[in-house]
């Protein structure tokens, strides 16, 4: 049996949600926990509500620790209490993930340091405040750690998990099952493909979340640095 943990949030994305959890849930023998603080539903970014069935303060061993992202995780990055969870889940977990902005929340809670990963590349390289190795890749594995790109990426990263659990067949039957063969009609998915006044728009339109965002890991890198400073240890 493989247990999967993904923590859910008000702000989640769903895509980032529910890809992978299609892909885990056509996994034979794997149990799935939606943590949060409550059991209330949580509504996604785009207004879906999703049921947890799983409290943070419940002690379920998993095997898979999963961070999707979301506008959510951004209240996260300054939430105490769900930092020490994740790093304490993280301990325990056989394999630890993110899809999208997760990366961001494992970063806070000191799991990306000298690693490599990925993120969504609007917020790619906010990687560098953990001290990771960003790479621009839809799914980056080190060790045991797997993060997938920004949202559809979540769908290769689940396989790619699948594939580190039970093996590529395993994985390539689930993609099969799901008949996962994408072929955008437009090649705009990546900024390097997009054409420049879309890149533009959308850069423009997420601006503000950007800036928040930096704004927030700005700081908690400041407050780490301070931490560390000699004139720290000497106070």
């Known amino acids: ?13 769903l895509l980032d949600f529910a890809g992978p959890y299609e892909v885990f849930a056509a996994l ?15 509504t996604c970014s785009s207004g879906p509500l999703l049921h947890p069935n799983a409290k943070l303060n419940d002690s379920y061993p998993l095997d ?3 961070i999707p992202g979301g506008a959510g995780i951004n209240a996260l990055l300054q939430d105490n209490e769900v930092i020490h969870w994740v790093w304490q889940q993280a301990s325990k977990a056989q394999w630890i993930t993110s899809v999208c ?10 799991l990306l ?11 790619h390289d906010l990687l560098s405040l953990f001290d990771a190795i960003p790479l621009r890749e839809r799914v980056v594995q080190d060790g045991n750690l797997i993060t997938g790109g920004g949202v559809t990426a979540g769908i290769d990263f689940a396989l ?5 659990l039970r093996g590529q067949p395993a994985a390539e039957a689930i993609q099969l099952a799901l008949e996962y063969a994408p072929s955008p009609p437009f090649q705009a998915g ?6 420049q006044a879309v890149l533009q728009a959308v850069e423009s339109r997420t601006q503000a979340l ?3 965002r930096a704004h927030i890991l700005r700081r908690w890198r400041h407050s780490q640095d301070d931490h560390l400073s000699p004139n720290s240890q000497l106070e």
Do not use: N, S
């Open 1 to 13: 049996m493989t247990t999967v943990g993904f923590l859910l949030f008000p702000g989640i994305q």
């Open 28 to 42: 034979p023998d794997c149990e799935i926990r939606l943590f949060w603080k409550t059991l209330e539903p949580v």
């Open 64 to 66: 898979v620790l999963c």
């Open 101 to 110: 902005t997760g990366a961001l929340l494992l970063g806070v809670a000191g």
């Open 113 to 123: 340091k000298g690693r490599r990963a990925t993120t969504h590349w609007r917020y």
């Open 160 to 164: 790619a998990v699948v594939a580190a």
């Open 190 to 195: 990546q900024p390097g493909d997009a054409p």
């Open 210 to 212: 950007y800036e928040e």
